[in-house]
């Protein structure tokens, strides 16, 4: 069972409210990511971060931000929640190892937001 | 760009036999492979990882094959439960950095 935990699961909140997803590790991983997922869909690298400081925008864009104060936690923000961000939003972990930067990344549940 | 295709029909198949889950992917030569599991409303979860030189990897019932020519992996389940009726995922790193692009996934039934 990977150590890595996503609170709240489910969020249920209306259109144009301010909401953090919180995401902690005690792995001790350098790299973090979040993902959204939408049913049935591949998952889409929305931020990601090297270590502390360090954060970039994934392949999909988003209007959350991140940050990364402290190597176990990586919250994800939305300043004005809008039905468009309806969706599964999933961290995950990883460290490095290994010449090729072969990395298993470790997920947390997951939390299903719905935006009215 | 580079792309990664899954059977999005999903397997359904008797207890007892063997699954084979394919993950195709063009414009693109990658280091490894990874495969994991997602259980409905669950994060993935890792199984396996093959790199470009094995051709054949295994753990316990599950096996792996890499075919670099074909652009093509399999997957394969033997002697299947209805315990591994899940969603599996093929995941590619994105160049030479620590990011993956994952597949959408194959859902996989075993009727008991």
């Known amino acids: 069972e990977a150590d890595i935990y996503q609170t709240p699961r489910y969020l249920v909140i209306g259109t144009g409210k301010k909401i953090t997803l919180e995401c902690s590790q005690t792995m001790g991983h350098d790299k973090m990511y979040w993902y959204q997922q939408d049913p049935g869909m591949e998952l889409h690298l929305i931020h990601y971060s090297y270590g502390v400081n360090s954060t970039e925008k994934g392949d999909l864009s988003s209007e959350s931000t991140v940050s990364r104060i402290r190597t176990e936690h990586f919250p994800l923000t939305l300043e004005s929640a809008r039905p468009s961000h309806t969706s599964q939003y999933l961290c995950?972990?990883?460290?490095?190892?290994?010449?090729?930067?072969?990395?298993?990344?470790?997920f947390g549940p997951g939390t299903r937001l719905t935006v009215l | 760009s580079q792309k990664i295709e899954q059977n999005s029909e999903a397997l359904n198949i008797q207890e007892g036999k063997t699954a084979t889950l394919t993950c195709n992917y063009t414009?693109?030569?990658?280091?490894?492979l990874q495969w994991y599991r997602q259980d409905p409303g669950r994060g993935p979860v890792f199984l396996l990882l093959?790199?470009?030189?094995?051709k054949e990897k295994r753990k316990e019932r599950l096996k792996v094959t890499f075919d670099t020519t074909l652009k093509q992996s399999l997957f394969h389940i033997t002697a299947s439960q209805p315990a591994d009726s899940a969603t599996y995922l093929c995941a590619l790193p994105l160049g030479s950095s620590y990011k993956l692009i994952f597949g959408s996934g194959t859902r996989l039934l075993v009727r008991p």
């Open positions: 093959i790199r470009e030189n094995e």
């Open positions: 414009n693109y030569s990658p280091a490894y």
């Open positions: 995950a972990s990883s460290e490095s190892q290994g010449r090729d930067r072969a990395n298993e990344q470790f």
